[in-house]
């Protein structure tokens, strides 16, 4: 069993992991810098991350480790990718 502390750790990786995300796509980007894109795109894939990783506490088979992981690649795929996983993962078509 995970302790409190341990999850928090967990989802403090996932929130920075997916704020990493985002810096490096507006790095990778050929658009010019500017501090207003840079932290948009943090702020949006941090809390990508942080919802995906919510909800893939709900799924006790799933180690911290792989929720962390799984949360970071969501965040990865955007809005759009994110709710593809999810309709995937709860069985819609």
Not at 45 to 55: D, E, K, L, Q, V
Not at 74 to 80: D, E, F, K, P
Request: aromatic share 10%; charged share 10%; no cysteine.
């Amino acid at each position: 069993m995970t302790s409190d502390l341990d999850l928090f750790w967990y989802a403090l990786a996932a929130f920075l992991g997916s704020g990493m995300v985002g810096i490096s796509k507006v790095l990778l980007s050929g658009s010019p810098l500017m501090y207003r894109t840079v932290i948009g795109q943090f702020i949006a894939h941090t809390g990508w991350g942080a919802g995906a990783f919510t909800i893939l506490l709900y799924d006790e088979s799933l180690p911290p480790i792989g929720i962390t992981a799984l949360a970071i690649l969501m965040a990865s795929l955007g809005a759009s990718g994110l709710e593809m996983v999810l309709k995937i993962w709860r069985g819609a078509k």
